[in-house]
């Protein structure tokens, strides 16, 4: 990975970890926000190898419909799900219930160029 693609890896995992328990966000929220919208994907990635990391809450970074596209890599079947009901969402057919009352916009929530 080149060092470009490590600092915003790191900027992601810091702006995830703000993300309130029993809320969620988009890949492309948090990609907006650090000024990359284009960049969702690379949101995913970083998101994909979050595992590790401590206190880096993955499981509340949805894509922008709500579905839950990267729970194949928690452990288990349905971590992701069980670890989302345990703070309260409703997941039906791997999508967030209501997902616009539990989304959380970083550009919103967050003060301008934290990161």
Not at 10 to 35: C, D, E, N
């Amino acid at each position: 990975m080149n060092p470009e693609n490590k600092n915003f890896f790191q900027k992601v995992y810091m702006v995830s970890k703000q993300i309130p328990f029993g809320r969620v966000t988009s890949y492309g929220a948090i990609a907006k926000y650090l000024g990359a919208a284009r960049s969702a994907r690379m949101v995913g990635w970083a998101m994909n190898g979050a595992g590790p990391i401590e206190g880096v809450p993955a499981h509340r970074v949805v894509n922008r419909k709500g579905l839950l596209t990267g729970k194949h890599h928690f452990d288990g079947t349905n971590l992701m799900q069980q670890l989302l009901e345990n703070e309260g969402l409703v997941i039906q057919d791997n999508q967030i219930v209501n997902f616009e009352k539990y989304f959380w916009d970083p550009a919103k929530e967050l003060p301008s160029e934290i990161y």
